[in-house]
């Protein structure tokens, strides 16, 4: 079983805060925000606020037009294996997360923090008994 390592709302709290101007100050066009259900959500609905973005369901940006889709700011928690946000950009969305494992394939456009290590991450929305596990890698019974 891996180590887990927890997070707390105050970080987040200052982690949104360095992302939004992190994104604020580079000037790129952006008109929402969503997030990749379920990790990008609390953050992503966190973030529109901090920048004063519309926030858009992800099912809803998707179904943008391709220069709509460029001005739209997908977040999620971690680029992990990098899968997910690799589809996001394959999409034309601008792309961030809250951290960035060293061994992933993709790294979005903006991000704070860069994990170096295998620890199991757990955001302040999520339990602390937490699997270390995706979801998607459980069966279902």
Do not use: C
């Not at 709290?13 to 990790?39: C, F, W």
């Not at 037009?65 to 928690?77: M, N």
């Not at 394959?90 to 979005?108: D, N, Q």
């Not at 620890?119 to 890698?137: A, G, M, N």
């Amino acid at each position: 079983m891996k180590d887990k390592k927890f997070y707390s709302w105050e970080w987040l709290d200052k982690t949104i805060m360095e992302l939004g101007e992190q994104i604020l100050s580079s000037n790129q066009e952006i008109k929402y925000i969503t997030g990749v259900p379920r990790g990008g959500l609390i953050p992503s609905v966190m973030l529109s606020h901090y920048m004063n973005k519309q926030y858009k369901s992800y099912s809803d940006a998707m179904e943008l037009t391709t220069s709509e889709r460029q001005k739209v700011l997908v977040i999620d928690d971690i680029s992990d294996s990098g899968e997910t946000l690799l589809t996001a950009e394959k999409f034309g969305f601008i792309t961030a997360t809250l951290t960035v494992r060293h061994s992933t394939i993709f790294f979005p456009d903006y991000y704070i923090h860069n994990i170096e290590d295998e620890r199991w991450l757990v955001f302040p929305w999520e339990r602390e008994d937490s699997k270390t596990i995706q979801d998607y890698l459980v069966s279902s019974k």
